[in-house]
T-cell receptor
Framework: GAVVSQHPSWVICKSGTSVKIECRSLDFQATTMFWYRQFPKQSLMLMATSNEGSKATYEQGVEKDKFLINHASLTLSTLTVTSAHPEDSSFYIC???????????????FGSGTQLSVL | GESVGLHLPTLSVQEGDNSIINCAYSNSASDYFIWYKQESGKGPQFIIDIRSNMDKRQGQRVTVLLNKTVKHLSLQIAATQPGDSAVYFCAEKGTNDMRFGAGTRLTVKP
């Protein structure tokens, strides 16, 4: 199956600093990538949808200036948490969807997640 | 708004027994559903999917049932094994994204 690589798998940072998380589709071109946030024992909450070459679409309540998303190529999307604070501590997960073949179009392939801890 | 939810937050079964995890959805127009398995500290893993023109689909040890009349989805795991212990999510395909239910934690007792 398709592989999505997410890096780093965990990061600890000081309050006020920025953190960048990368999401790469390794063996397919991802026309659309999604970023989710997950708190302990809770479900995945969609933060934003990014299409290659265009601005991301953010879900209601998600600050676009705080969670910067860049999808500059068909294989890479990045999420930057700017001026991170302890309340931003969470598990962030990306997923990618390819175009073309029906299987890739409808099935999402997930990264392994990034655990962010802001001190 | 439209949402996908689960009836049971936790489920504990004996190894070798069958497991049934349930999910209710509210968007009657949804036409595609996926069950995911998520182990601690990892991203969701695709298990099985089903389209709305089907009411049952079987995989290896797993079966998904779809009842459109009552907008209910279930995942059946046969001969549950310790490696099946995880959180299971149903997800509903939206226009351009996938929306997740609350999740059920399955614990398999040896």
């Amino acid at each position: 199956g398709a592989v999505v690589s997410q890096h780093p798998s965990w990061v600890i940072c000081k309050s006020g600093t920025s953190v960048k998380i990368e999401c790469r589709s390794l063996d397919f071109q991802a026309t659309t990538m999604f970023w989710y946030r997950q708190f302990p024992k809770q479900s995945l909450m969609l933060m934003a949808t990014s299409n290659e070459g265009s601005k991301a679409t953010y879900e209601q309540g998600v600050e676009k200036d705080k969670f910067l998303i860049n999808h500059a190529s068909l294989t890479l999307s990045t999420l930057t948490v700017t001026s991170a604070h302890p309340e931003d501590s969470s598990f962030y997960i990306c997923s990618a969807r390819g175009g073309g073949a029906q299987g890739l179009f409808e099935k999402l392939f997930f990264g392994s997640g990034t655990q962010l801890s802001v001190l | 708004g439209e949402s996908v939810g689960l009836h049971l937050p936790t489920l504990s079964v004996q190894e070798g027994d069958n497991s049934i995890i349930n999910c209710a959805y509210s968007n009657s127009a949804s036409d595609y559903f996926i069950w995911y398995k998520q182990e601690s500290g990892k991203g969701p893993q695709f298990i099985i999917d089903i389209r709305s023109n089907m009411d049952k689909r079987q995989g290896q040890r797993v079966t998904v049932l779809l009842n459109k009349t009552v907008k209910h989805l279930s995942l059946q795991i046969a001969a549950t094994q310790p490696g099946d212990s995880a959180v299971y999510f149903c997800a509903e395909k939206g226009t351009n994204d996938m929306r997740f239910g609350a999740g059920t934690r399955l614990t398999v007792k040896p």
